[in-house]
């Protein structure tokens, strides 16, 4: 199988920052890409960072350059730093990795069970 555990989230004043970590483990051959996606009450889950092997980004469009992503291709492990947050950034954030398990085995989506970030004064 294959695990991610993400850490990093908590309570934040806005206009502060937090960093997420997700660290995958388990049976990787390969990953194909990493991300973050977050969900808060009655919204849909939504990207918020995505970053593949060759190194490539995307972000969803709320996030107006405060967020950055990063890799530790060697650690199998993903970043979001978030900067500049906000009231309306409040959600869980969950870590996705798409992984193959083995070289004959078509790539899978793969999910953390979540981080809660709260923007609060």
């Known amino acids: 199988q294959v695990q991610l555990v993400e850490s990093g989230g908590g309570l934040v004043q806005p206009g502060g920052s937090l960093r997420l970590s997700c660290k995958a483990s388990g049976s990787i051959f390969r990953i194909y890409a990493m991300g973050w996606y977050r969900q808060a009450p009655g919204n849909q889950r939504e990207l918020v960072a995505v970053?593949?092997?060759?190194?490539?980004?995307n972000y969803g469009e709320f996030v107006e350059g405060r967020f950055t992503i990063s890799k530790d291709h060697a650690q199998n492990t993903v970043f979001l730093q978030m900067n500049s947050l906000e009231p309306e950034d409040t959600a869980v954030y969950l870590c996705?990795?798409?992984?193959?398990?083995?070289?004959?085995?078509?790539?899978?989506?793969?999910w953390g069970q979540g981080t809660q970030v709260t923007v609060s004064s």
């Open positions: 970053v593949t092997e060759g190194g490539s980004s």
């Open positions: 996705n990795g798409e992984v193959a398990r083995r070289s004959w085995e078509p790539r899978r989506s793969y």
